[in-house]
C-alpha cells in the first residue's frame, strides 16, 4: 500500500481564537509593532497577547513577559524577536501547549545555520506543534480579519490563497493585488520551510470553504517524495521561478543530460495536475478566472464593440486551442436585434463602436441565457462617446442577474476611465483584463482546470521487476560493475517487458553465423568493455544481407578493432536484426528532489536538436504515460511520418515496463527505440548500475 501521509491540523493558524505576538513593540521601527499594528488595525476579533518583558502595554493592551505569563490557552504564536532568543521562546511555547507558531526571525538555514534550524524543527515534531518558518514574513486570513504579518495592514478580501517562498516578493505582491483590486483569502509565507510546506497548505485549503483557488510562488521544493503525496482538489496555480537547469554532473546518458531540475518540475506539475504560470500577471489572471463556473462545453462566444480587438481574440481562442461557436444563421437570428444594421453577428458578435451600457447588456443577456453558448468573452475599445464605467455595470449587472452560471471574462482597452471600470468589475468578482491575450488565457485556464479534473490520479505503486533481474544485477553491483553490457541490457529489457527487434550474441564466427539464421538483414555490433563508442573503432556495421557478407564483416571487424583498441576485452559480437520506423528515445535517470524519472521524445537528430522531451517521476500509470506521448511538440510526427505511424501501444508499454527498473539502476537510455505500425522495438539499450 502508498504510504498515506496525515494531513496537518491549521486552524489554530488560520482561525486562532488567542493569539500571542512575542517580541511586540511600541517601537514604530520594529517588526514586532507592525505585526501587532496590523493585527489591531485589520479588525482581529480574537483575544491579543504582546508578549515583551520590557514593556506593561503596547497599543492599548496588556503586555506579559512570557507566553507562560498568558492567563489560558494559547492557539497561535508569531515569534519576531532576536535570533538567540527564538529557540528558549518555543521551549516556552511547547510548555504552553501553543501547538501553531509562527516563526519571523531570520538568520537560520538561508545563512547556513541549518543545525540551529533542525533544532526547531525537532522540537516541533516532538511536541506536535505546526511551524512556519522561520524567516518568513508571517500569515494574512481575511475571513478571520487576522493579519498577522509585517506587510501592508489592508488586504482585501477574496477567495485566492496565496502561498510565497520568498517574504520580501510577497509583500510588494500584496500591494499590487491592492492596486489591481485583487482579493485574496489568505497569504502565508513560507520562509524557510522548516516544518509547514505547500503540501500541508495545499490540503489544508482543499477543505477551506472560504478558499476557492491556491497561487504559489516557489524556487524549490525540500522534499520531492513528500510532494508527490499532494492531493489536489481545487485548482493550484504555481509560478516557479528558475527555467534554466542548475549546475548538473555531466551526465553519461541522453536522459541525464537532457533533465534539468525545470523539465522535472514540469513533469511533476502535470503528473499532479497542477497549473503552471509564467508570470505573476498571468498567475493572478488564472486565479480570477478560476473562480468562475466550469464551463459545461467548449462553444465560446466573444462580443466586441470593435473589429481589431475582436480579431485579436479569435487568433487568441485559437492559439490556446480554445473552440469559438460557428452557427452563422443561428447567431444572426439571436444577436440581430442587439446592433445596428452594419454590425456583424459573426463569431466575433460585433456590436459597433457605438454601443452603449444598453447594447452590451442585451448582447449580454442572449450570450448569457442561451444554453448553446458555454463561455462568453466581452471586449470593450474605449471610445469618446461611450462610458466604460456605463458599459461595466451593464455587464455585471445582467451577469449577476443570469445567476452567474458560465464563464465571463471582460477585456476593456482604453485609458483611466477603462481602467476604473475594470477594477469595478474585478471588486464584484468579473474577471477583467486591459489586454485581450490575458483575458483569453485567463479563460483558457478555465477549460485546462476542467481537462484536469477529468484525468484520474489515484496512488500508483511502483511496478516490480522480475526476480531474476533483480538479482543479475545485485550480482554486477557486488562484483563492482557499474554499466551492463548491450547484450545484457538488451536481455534484462526483454524481461521487463520492454519490445526488442530479434537478436543474438556470438562469441566467436562460427556461433555468429548460426544466430544469424533468420535475422538478416542484420547489424551488428562489438561487445567490449572497454569500449565505449562502437562506431569509433569501426565495431558497428549495418545491412548485412546473408551469412557470406557476415563472415567477411566479421573479419574485418575483428582486425579494425584490434588495431584500434589492442588491450580491448572482446567478448563478442551482437546480431541485431533490422527494422525500420520512427525514432523515439526513452530514459531513466534520477533527480536529487523527485528520485527516478522516466523520459519520453524523438529520437536521432531530434533529440540533439531541439531536446523535444517530455518526463514523469516514477511511479506512474499508463494513462500518465498515454499523456507524454501528446506533450512533444513534434507529436504529429508519430501520427504519420514517411509512411510510418508510429505503435502508441507499444511505446507505452516501454514507457511502463522502463519503470520496474526504477529502485535498482542510475540511468537507462533506450536510444533508439523505433515505432511503426508493426510495433515498436528497442533497438539499443544501455544501462548504468
Not at 68 to 81: E, F, M, R, T, Y
Not at 579 to 601: A, H, L, T
Not at 609 to 624: C, I, N
Not at 638 to 643: A, D, E, S, V
Given at each position: 500500500?502508498s504510504?498515506?501521509?496525515?494531513?496537518?491540523?491549521?486552524?489554530?493558524?488560520?482561525?486562532?481564537r488567542?493569539l500571542?505576538?512575542?517580541?511586540?513593540?511600541?517601537?514604530?521601527d520594529?517588526?514586532g509593532?507592525?505585526i501587532?499594528?496590523?493585527?489591531?488595525?485589520g479588525g482581529?476579533?480574537?483575544?491579543?497577547?504582546?508578549i515583551?518583558p520590557?514593556?506593561?502595554?503596547?497599543l492599548?493592551?496588556k503586555a506579559?513577559?512570557s507566553v507562560?505569563?498568558?492567563?489560558?490557552d494559547?492557539?497561535?504564536?508569531?515569534v519576531?524577536?532576536?535570533f538567540g532568543?527564538?529557540?528558549?521562546t518555543?521551549?516556552?511555547?511547547?510548555?504552553?501547549?501553543i501547538?501553531?507558531v509562527a516563526?519571523?526571525?531570520?538568520g537560520?538555514?538561508e545563512?547556513?545555520k541549518?543545525?540551529?534550524?533542525?533544532?526547531l524543527k525537532?522540537?516541533?515534531d516532538a511536541n506536535?506543534?505546526?511551524l512556519v518558518g522561520?524567516?518568513?514574513?508571517?500569515?494574512v486570513?481575511?475571513?478571520?480579519k487576522?493579519n498577522?504579518?509585517?506587510?501592508p495592514?489592508?488586504v482585501?478580501k477574496?477567495?485566492?490563497?496565496?502561498?510565497?517562498?520568498?517574504?520580501a516578493?510577497?509583500i510588494?505582491?500584496?500591494?499590487?493585488t491592492?492596486?489591481?483590486?485583487?482579493g485574496?483569502?489568505s497569504l502565508v509565507?513560507?520562509?524557510n520551510k522548516?516544518d509547514?510546506?505547500?503540501?500541508?497548505l495545499?490540503?489544508?485549503?482543499?477543505?477551506d470553504?472560504?478558499?476557492?483557488v491556491?497561487?504559489?510562488?516557489m524556487?524549490g521544493?525540500?522534499d520531492?517524495?513528500?510532494f508527490m503525496?499532494t492531493?489536489?482538489k481545487?485548482?493550484v496555480?504555481?509560478l516557479?521561478v528558475?527555467?534554466?537547469?542548475?549546475?548538473?554532473k555531466?551526465?553519461?546518458?541522453?536522459?541525464?543530460s537532457?533533465s534539468g531540475?525545470?523539465?522535472?518540475?514540469?513533469?511533476?506539475f502535470k503528473?499532479?495536475g497542477?497549473?503552471r504560470?509564467?508570470?505573476f500577471?498571468?498567475?493572478?489572471?488564472?486565479?480570477?478566472?478560476l473562480?468562475?463556473?466550469?464551463?459545461k462545453?467548449d462553444?465560446?462566444?466573444?462580443?466586441?464593440n470593435?473589429?481589431g480587438?475582436?480579431?485579436a481574440?479569435?487568433?487568441e481562442?485559437?492559439?490556446f486551442?480554445?473552440p469559438?461557436?460557428d452557427?452563422?444563421?443561428?447567431?444572426e437570428?439571436?444577436?440581430?436585434k442587439?446592433m445596428?444594421?452594419f454590425?456583424?453577428?459573426?463569431n466575433p458578435?460585433d456590436?459597433?463602436g457605438?454601443?452603449h451600457?444598453n447594447?452590451?447588456r442585451?448582447?449580454?443577456?442572449?450570450a448569457l441565457?442561451e444554453?448553446?453558448?458555454?463561455?462568453?468573452v466581452i471586449l470593450?475599445c474605449?471610445t469618446?462617446v461611450?462610458?466604460?464605467m456605463?458599459?461595466a455595470?451593464a455587464?455585471?449587472a445582467?451577469?449577476s442577474?443570469?445567476?452567474r452560471?458560465k464563464?465571463?471574462?471582460v477585456s476593456m482597452v482604453g485609458?483611466?476611465?477603462?481602467?476604473?471600470a475594470?477594477?469595478f468589475l474585478?471588486?464584484?468578482?468579473v474577471?477583467?483584463f486591459?489586454?485581450?491575450?490575458?483575458a483569453?488565457?485567463?479563460?483558457?485556464?478555465?477549460?485546462a482546470?476542467?481537462?484536469i479534473?477529468?484525468?484520474?490520479?489515484?496512488q500508483v505503486?511502483?511496478?516490480?521487476a522480475?526476480?531474476d533481474?533483480?538479482?543479475?544485477?545485485?550480482?554486477?553491483?557486488a562484483e563492482?560493475?557499474?554499466?551492463?553490457?548491450?547484450h545484457?541490457?538488451?536481455q534484462?529489457?526483454e524481461?521487463?517487458g520492454v519490445?526488442?527487434?530479434?537478436?543474438?550474441?556470438?562469441q566467436?564466427l562460427?556461433?555468429?553465423l548460426?544466430?544469424?539464421?533468420?535475422?538478416?538483414p542484420?547489424?551488428?555490433k562489438?561487445?567490449?568493455?572497454?569500449?565505449l563508442?562502437?562506431t569509433d573503432?569501426?565495431?558497428v556495421?549495418?545491412n548485412i544481407r546473408?551469412?557470406?557478407?557476415?563472415?567477411m564483416k566479421?573479419?574485418?571487424?575483428?582486425r579494425t578493432?584490434?588495431?584500434k583498441k589492442?588491450?580491448?576485452?572482446?567478448?563478442?559480437?551482437?546480431?541485431?536484426q533490422?527494422?525500420?520506423?520512427?525514432?523515439c528515445?526513452?530514459?531513466m535517470?534520477?533527480?536529487?528532489?523527485?528520485?527516478p524519472?522516466v523520459m519520453?521524445g524523438?529520437?536521432?537528430?531530434f533529440?540533439?536538436?531541439?531536446?523535444d522531451?517530455?518526463f514523469?517521476?516514477?511511479?506512474?500509470?499508463?494513462?500518465e504515460a498515454?499523456?507524454?506521448?501528446?506533450?512533444?511538440r513534434a507529436?504529429k510526427i508519430?501520427q504519420?511520418?514517411?509512411?510510418?505511424?508510429a505503435?502508441k501501444e507499444s511505446?507505452?508499454?516501454?514507457l511502463?515496463a522502463?519503470?520496474?527498473?526504477?529502485?535498482?539502476?542510475?540511468e537507462?537510455?533506450?536510444?533508439?527505440?523505433?515505432?511503426?505500425?508493426?510495433g515498436?522495438f528497442?533497438?539499443d539499450?544501455?544501462i548504468l548500475?
Amino acid at each position: 500500500m502508498s504510504e498515506v501521509l496525515p494531513i496537518k491540523n491549521l486552524e489554530g493558524l488560520f482561525c486562532p481564537r488567542t493569539l500571542a505576538v512575542i517580541g511586540a513593540s511600541s517601537n514604530p521601527d520594529k517588526i514586532g509593532y507592525q505585526i501587532f499594528y496590523n493585527l489591531i488595525e485589520g479588525g482581529f476579533e480574537g483575544k491579543l497577547f504582546p508578549i515583551n518583558p520590557k514593556a506593561d502595554e503596547i497599543l492599548g493592551k496588556k503586555a506579559y513577559p512570557s507566553v507562560l505569563d498568558v492567563p489560558g490557552d494559547i492557539d497561535l504564536a508569531v515569534v519576531a524577536i532576536p535570533f538567540g532568543m527564538v529557540k528558549p521562546t518555543l521551549e516556552e511555547c511547547v510548555k504552553k501547549g501553543i501547538k501553531n507558531v509562527a516563526i519571523i526571525t531570520s538568520g537560520f538555514a538561508e545563512v547556513g545555520k541549518k543545525k540551529e534550524e533542525q533544532e526547531l524543527k525537532d522540537l516541533a515534531d516532538a511536541n506536535g506543534i505546526s511551524l512556519v518558518g522561520p524567516n518568513t514574513l508571517g500569515v494574512v486570513y481575511t475571513p478571520a480579519k487576522m493579519n498577522a504579518s509585517f506587510g501592508p495592514k489592508d488586504v482585501l478580501k477574496g477567495n485566492i490563497a496565496f502561498i510565497s517562498q520568498s517574504g520580501a516578493l510577497a509583500i510588494s505582491l500584496m500591494g499590487w493585488t491592492m492596486m489591481e483590486r485583487i482579493g485574496l483569502a489568505s497569504l502565508v509565507s513560507l520562509g524557510n520551510k522548516c516544518d509547514v510546506d505547500e503540501k500541508d497548505l495545499i490540503e489544508y485549503f482543499n477543505e477551506d470553504k472560504n478558499v476557492q483557488v491556491i497561487v504559489i510562488y516557489m524556487e524549490g521544493i525540500k522534499d520531492g517524495l513528500r510532494f508527490m503525496k499532494t492531493k489536489i482538489k481545487k485548482p493550484v496555480v504555481v509560478l516557479k521561478v528558475g527555467r534554466s537547469a542548475r549546475g548538473a554532473k555531466a551526465a553519461a546518458s541522453h536522459t541525464g543530460s537532457l533533465s534539468g531540475s525545470d523539465k522535472i518540475y514540469d513533469a511533476v506539475f502535470k503528473q499532479l495536475g497542477i497549473m503552471r504560470a509564467d508570470s505573476f500577471s498571468e498567475a493572478f489572471a488564472w486565479s480570477r478566472a478560476l473562480s468562475l463556473p466550469e464551463p459545461k462545453g467548449d462553444d465560446v462566444l466573444i462580443i466586441t464593440n470593435g473589429g481589431g480587438i475582436g480579431v485579436a481574440a479569435t487568433d487568441e481562442c485559437e492559439r490556446f486551442g480554445i473552440p469559438l461557436l460557428d452557427d452563422p444563421q443561428w447567431l444572426e437570428e439571436r444577436f440581430r436585434k442587439t446592433m445596428p444594421d452594419f454590425g456583424s453577428t459573426k463569431n466575433p458578435v460585433d456590436i459597433t463602436g457605438q454601443a452603449h451600457g444598453n447594447k452590451y447588456r442585451e448582447a449580454a443577456a442572449v450570450a448569457l441565457n442561451e444554453d448553446r453558448i458555454k463561455s462568453v468573452v466581452i471586449l470593450y475599445c474605449e471610445t469618446a462617446v461611450t462610458d466604460p464605467m456605463e458599459i461595466a455595470q451593464a455587464i455585471e449587472a445582467e451577469y449577476s442577474q443570469s445567476g452567474r452560471k458560465k464563464p465571463l471574462v471582460v477585456s476593456m482597452v482604453g485609458g483611466e476611465r477603462s481602467r476604473s471600470a475594470l477594477h469595478f468589475l474585478d471588486e464584484k468578482g468579473v474577471p477583467s483584463f486591459s489586454s485581450v491575450n490575458e483575458a483569453i488565457s485567463a479563460l483558457h485556464s478555465v477549460y485546462a482546470w476542467r481537462s484536469i479534473r477529468q484525468v484520474p490520479r489515484n496512488q500508483v505503486e511502483q511496478p516490480q521487476a522480475p526476480d531474476d533481474v533483480v538479482q543479475f544485477i545485485q550480482k554486477l553491483k557486488a562484483e563492482g560493475r557499474d554499466a551492463l553490457l548491450e547484450h545484457e541490457a538488451r536481455q534484462v529489457m526483454e524481461r521487463c517487458g520492454v519490445p526488442t527487434p530479434k537478436w543474438g550474441f556470438a562469441q566467436n564466427l562460427e556461433e555468429a553465423l548460426k544466430k544469424a539464421e533468420g535475422l538478416y538483414p542484420l547489424a551488428m555490433k562489438i561487445t567490449s568493455p572497454d569500449i565505449l563508442h562502437k562506431t569509433d573503432v569501426g565495431g558497428v556495421v549495418v545491412n548485412i544481407r546473408d551469412a557470406q557478407e557476415l563472415k567477411m564483416k566479421y573479419e574485418a571487424m575483428m582486425r579494425t578493432v584490434a588495431e584500434k583498441k589492442p588491450n580491448a576485452k572482446v567478448l563478442g559480437v551482437n546480431l541485431i536484426q533490422m527494422v525500420k520506423g520512427i525514432e523515439c528515445i526513452i530514459g531513466m535517470s534520477r533527480d536529487p528532489q523527485f528520485g527516478p524519472v522516466v523520459m519520453f521524445g524523438l529520437g536521432g537528430v531530434f533529440v540533439e536538436a531541439l531536446k523535444d522531451v517530455t518526463f514523469r517521476v516514477v511511479p506512474f500509470s499508463k494513462g500518465e504515460a498515454e499523456r507524454m506521448l501528446g506533450e512533444i511538440r513534434a507529436k504529429k510526427i508519430l501520427q504519420g511520418f514517411r509512411g510510418m505511424q508510429a505503435h502508441k501501444e507499444s511505446i507505452i508499454q516501454t514507457l511502463m515496463a522502463i519503470q520496474k527498473l526504477a529502485p535498482y539502476v542510475k540511468e537507462i537510455d533506450v536510444n533508439p527505440l523505433l515505432t511503426c505500425d508493426e510495433g515498436s522495438f528497442a533497438v539499443d539499450a544501455r544501462i548504468l548500475i
